[in-house]
């Protein structure tokens, strides 16, 4: 099965973009559909985006228009394009791999937004 590990979290100020990246290992990556998930503090975990592994992408209604999810099959690695981040959008961000019979998630990666 597929491993997941995210990077490119960190501090950034309100109005600011991070790009986050998911690579994945152990398994053919364009069979997967990918998504990225958040936990703000204190809160449930929620969906940010999905892209399908036909490169369909859907989004929260609360990151749609600042957000942009894309796939490098070449390179076994989804990002998460971050622009106009906003407090509300700090939270532990976890990547997500999903395929019949497999649900897998990688560790997290810190966003905090703050001035």
């Known amino acids: 099965q597929v491993q997941l590990v995210e990077s490119g979290g960190g501090l950034v100020q309100p109005g600011g973009s991070l790009r986050l990246s998911c690579a994945a290992s152990g398994s053919i990556f364009s069979f997967y559909a990918m998504g990225w998930h958040r936990q703000p503090p204190g809160k449930q975990r929620e969906l940010v985006a999905t892209i399908t592994n036909g490169g369909i992408t859907n989004y929260a209604d609360s990151v749609k228009d600042r957000f942009t999810i894309s796939r490098d099959n070449v390179k076994n690695t989804v990002y998460l394009q971050m622009n106009s981040l906003k407090p509300e959008d700090t939270a532990v961000y976890y990547c997500?791999?999903?395929?019949?019979?497999?649900?897998?998630w990688g560790q997290g990666t810190q966003v905090t937004v703050s001035s």
């Open positions: 997500n791999a999903k395929r019949i019979g497999f649900n897998g």
